[in-house]
């Protein structure tokens, strides 16, 4: 009898194992396909936010493209008008193009090494700029070299060559953009600057009304090999 009774119980325990482990297995299917669909949820919106802002800047820049033609069908036979519009639009260029001195509101970020614990490398000052491009920074600069896009950011032995000048901590770059949006960017859980400080680096990010980011020197800008294309 006694020998029933303990088969018996066996025979509970087995099923009740199965059962508890046919629900755990449930329980983390569940939570697995929860934690992708909320990811694909995610994914998804950031996707539409993206599609979004271009469609915003296209309409943007469609509406400018109208509006200088309306000015240049306007002023059509008239010369002080023309070349006075064909002087602002080769401003907007070289300001475009990053040979003039620029201003405006935006943010200064200060990188520092900490000790031996965190060291500046360029990858990290890469990553700060990507960050402020993808906020929608109009000029940029790092210890006061204006950042274009044949900029060049490598280090070299214990420097960091920024358009073939040597530079070192600290790093301060200086972005002209909206400091509202830029900071809420560069500080948000999991951001560039929560990653920054994972590494041991001193990082401090100001608001500031006037930021004054110089032209970058046109000798480094080449174009020799360029040519453009007849159509």
């Known amino acids: 009898m006694k020998f029933w009774r303990n088969v018996v119980l066996m025979l509970v ?30 994914d998804i919106k950031d996707e539409l936010l993206f599609e979004k802002k271009a469609n915003e800047e296209l309409r943007q820049r469609n ?24 002087e602002e639009r080769l401003k907007e260029t070289r300001i475009f193009a990053g040979l003039e001195d620029v201003k405006g509101k935006g943010v200064i970020i200060t990188i520092e090494n900490n000790g ?48 073939n000048e040597q530079t070192t901590a600290p790093y301060v770059i200086k972005a002209i953009a909206d400091p509202e949006k830029v900071d809420k960017a560069l500080n948000i859980l999991g951001g560039i600057i929560e990653d920054l400080e994972l590494y041991q680096l001193k990082v401090k990010v100001e608001k500031s009304d006037e930021i004054v980011i110089p032209k970058i020197d046109s000798a480094l800008l080449k174009t020799d090999l360029l040519e453009p294309v007849n159509k």
């Open 116 to 163: 031996y614990a965190g060291v500046v490398q360029d990858m990290d000052i890469l990553k700060v700029l990507n960050e402020l491009r993808a906020s929608d920074a109009q000029a940029l600069s790092v210890n006061g070299e204006r950042i274009v896009s044949m900029s060049e950011i490598r280090e070299a032995g214990n420097y960091i060559m920024i358009n």
């Open 63 to 86: 509406e400018k493209l109208e509006k200088d033609i309306g000015q240049y069908q306007q002023i059509r036979g008239n010369i002080n008008e023309e070349t006075q519009l064909m």
């Open 13 to 42: 325990c087995t099923i009740l194992g199965v059962m508890l482990a046919w629900q755990y297995k449930s329980i983390s299917y569940n939570t697995q396909t929860a934690s992708f669909e909320n990811k694909r949820i995610e």
